[in-house]
């Protein structure tokens, strides 16, 4: 073996630390991003509307930790179209989620605001 | 072993650029992606029929927060064995520490599937089966679904571990343990979105 082979394979090894340095990061961070939601969830440290955010916010931040310390997406070997399709994936789901809920919140607003007829008991003004 | 030997191995594992194994696996990061597009539309639905309990119970009634924490724990647990796995295939080639790694992650899956089915069980020998109410209809297909993703994952692992058992760590057993990588760290960050915002939103 050349000097040049202790080279390469302290570049394995120190690659191999690196990734290993990813994983537990990673892990112990998700730990902590689902145990503090559960705590302040389970024991309604706040009211409900700033609970919702909290805990939309901490799903969040476990998404990109996910995605950056166990999936390495900026690592993989075509990031760029890797990236491409992820942000194309992430626009889809979120026209699709937040459109679904505004189209059936608006026909539920509407339901509402038309029950006092509706809810007659079978009365139909003529 | 000349360093060029060296070199060329370690490009091959660790900068795939050009190989079968690069296509194959950007090629399962498009279908991993089609994948959360499906959990996104069932995401949907349940954000949609959430309320829609017919008089029955709703999320708040229904779930045990302890048990679902435990299962959200076990699940991350098993991301991150499957990612000492994968390190040890890549960066070592120590075939004996990836078995066992594999293995690891294997029971750790199992147990969770164990406790969803579990879950599924009691709720329906409770009377709340998927035929109660819109939000149960939404709730099972959701949570099934991604039950069902993580046990094809666990069929595939047992394959692999077969695999590499027999085969040892070469190019191609190296590149699929890459793939089923993607898939199960997939499935974790769709459970951390069905823990946020069926389990959680569902306690507030």
């Known amino acids: 073996m050349s000097t040049n082979d202790f080279k390469i394979v302290d570049e394995v090894y120190e690659a191999g630390n690196k990734a290993m340095r990813s994983y537990v990061t990673g892990f112990v961070l998700s730990v902590i991003l689902t145990l503090i939601p559960y705590f302040i969830v389970v024991n309604h440290l706040f009211g409900s509307s700033s609970l919702m955010y909290a805990v939309v916010i901490f799903g969040l931040l476990q998404l990109v930790v996910q995605v950056v310390f166990f999936l390495h997406l900026h690592r993989k070997s075509r990031p760029h179209w890797n990236l491409v399709v992820f942000i194309f994936t992430l626009v889809i789901v979120f026209i699709l989620v937040l459109g679904s809920l505004w189209v059936m919140n608006n026909l539920n607003y509407n339901m509402i605001d038309a029950s006092p007829v509706n809810t007659n008991e079978g009365y139909i003004p003529q | ?204």
């Open chain 2, 1 to 204: 072993m000349t360093a060029n030997t060296h070199t060329s191995k370690r490009e091959e594992i660790h900068e795939p650029r050009h190989t079968k194994e690069a296509k194959a696996l950007f090629g399962f990061w498009v279908y991993i992606m089609s994948d959360a597009l499906l959990f996104g539309s069932i995401f949907a639905t349940y954000a949609v029929l959430q309320g829609n309990t017919f008089g029955g119970p709703s999320a708040g009634d229904l779930f045990s927060m302890p048990f679902v924490l435990l299962e959200t724990l076990i699940l991350l647990a098993s991301s991150f064995t499957y990612g000492l796995a994968s390190l040890y295939a890549h960066h070592h080639s120590a075939k004996r520490t990836v078995l066992i790694w594999l293995l690891v992650t294997f029971l750790l899956g199992v147990t969770f599937i164990a406790m969803e089915v579990s879950e599924f069980v009691k709720l329906f020998q409770e009377g709340n089966s998927w035929q109660k109410s819109g939000f149960l209809t939404a709730f099972f297909t959701l949570v099934g679904t991604h039950g069902l993703h993580v046990t094809a994952g666990l069929i595939w692992m047992g394959g692999l571990f077969v695999q590499i058992w027999r085969r040892g760590l070469t190019v191609t057993t190296i590149g699929k343990v890459s793939t089923l990588g993607l898939f199960w760290h997939f499935l974790d960050i769709v459970w951390i979105f069905i823990f946020t915002f069926v389990y959680l939103m569902g306690a507030i």
